[in-house]
C-alpha cells in the first residue's frame, strides 16, 4: 500500500519545455487535488477531480492541464514551462467529500524551470 | 470567501517549553478546520482536525488546538516541546464552496525548537 505516489521527485525544465508530473493512489479516493507550494506563500490549489472524467480548475491553473480518466491516476501537465512555475507541486487525495476527511499528500516534485 | 490566515512566519521556542503556533480563520457557515506539518523535503502530514464539539482537540504526536469561535481562532499547541517538532506547520480550511471540498491553506509557520 503505496498512498500516495508521485514522480518525478525532481525536475528541471527548459522554458518552453512540456512536462506530466504524475500521481498515482491506491487508496480508492475519489478526490484528488494539486497544488503548488511557494516561499511565504503556502500551498495554492492548481485543479483538482472529484471523481474520475470530472476535473475543476482551483486557484491558479493559468499555465496547467490536469485530465482523470481513472480513479487512480490524476497528471498535471505543463503545455510550455515557465520560470514562475518553479515550485513544489503536492498531490493530494482525499476519500469523499465529507467535511472531516483530511487530505493524504505525496511527497512532492520539485520543479525548476531555467 | 473561506481563509485562514497564520500571523506568524516563525515560531521559536526552547525545548521543554509550551508552543502555540497562531491560526485564524474566516468563513460562512460552520467553520472545519485542519493542521498539517511538513518536515523537510517531506509530503505534509495530517495532524488534528476540528468538524464539532469539544473546543479542545488532541491530535499526533501530542499536539493538540484549541477552538474559539468568538475569536475565529483555531491555535495549535503543546505542552512541551520537542527539537524533534522543529518543522513547518500549515492551518487548513475546508472549502464547501468554490472548490467542493478541498483545503484552503495558510502560509505556514516555521517552528523552530532549541536545545
Known amino acids: 500500500n503505496a498512498g500516495v505516489t508521485q514522480t518525478p521527485k525532481f525536475q528541471v525544465l527548459k522554458t518552453g519545455q512540456s512536462m506530466t508530473l504524475q500521481c498515482a493512489q491506491d487508496m480508492n479516493h475519489e478526490y484528488m487535488s494539486w497544488y503548488r507550494q511557494d516561499p511565504g506563500m503556502g500551498l495554492r490549489l492548481i485543479h483538482y477531480?472529484?471523481?474520475?472524467?470530472?476535473?475543476d480548475q482551483g486557484e491558479v491553473p493559468n499555465g496547467y492541464n490536469v485530465s482523470r480518466s481513472t480513479t487512480e491516476d490524476f497528471p498535471l501537465r505543463l503545455l510550455s514551462a515557465a520560470p514562475s512555475q518553479t515550485s513544489v507541486y503536492f498531490c493530494?487525495?482525499?476519500?469523499?467529500?465529507?467535511?472531516?476527511?483530511?487530505?493524504?499528500f505525496g511527497q512532492g516534485t520539485r520543479l525548476t524551470v531555467v | 470567501a473561506q481563509s485562514v490566515a497564520q500571523p506568524e512566519d516563525q515560531v521559536n521556542v526552547a525545548e521543554g517549553n509550551p508552543l502555540t503556533v497562531k491560526c485564524t480563520y474566516s468563513?460562512?457557515?460552520?467553520?472545519?478546520l485542519f493542521w498539517y506539518v511538513q518536515y523537510p523535503n517531506r509530503g505534509l502530514q495530517f495532524l488534528l482536525k476540528y468538524i464539532t464539539g469539544d473546543n479542545l482537540v488532541k491530535g499526533s504526536y501530542g499536539f493538540e488546538a484549541e477552538f474559539n469561535k468568538s475569536q475565529t481562532s483555531f491555535h495549535l499547541k503543546k505542552p512541551s516541546a520537542l527539537v524533534s517538532d522543529s518543522a513547518l506547520y500549515f492551518c487548513?480550511?475546508?472549502?464547501?464552496?468554490?472548490?467542493?471540498?478541498?483545503?484552503?491553506f495558510g502560509k505556514g509557520t516555521k517552528l523552530s525548537v532549541k536545545p
Open positions: 477531480s472529484v471523481g474520475a472524467g470530472i476535473t
Open positions: 493530494a487525495t482525499y476519500l469523499d467529500r465529507g467535511v472531516g476527511t483530511e487530505a493524504f
Open positions: 468563513v460562512s457557515g460552520n467553520p472545519y
Open positions: 487548513a480550511v475546508r472549502d464547501l464552496g468554490g472548490s467542493q471540498g478541498n483545503l484552503i
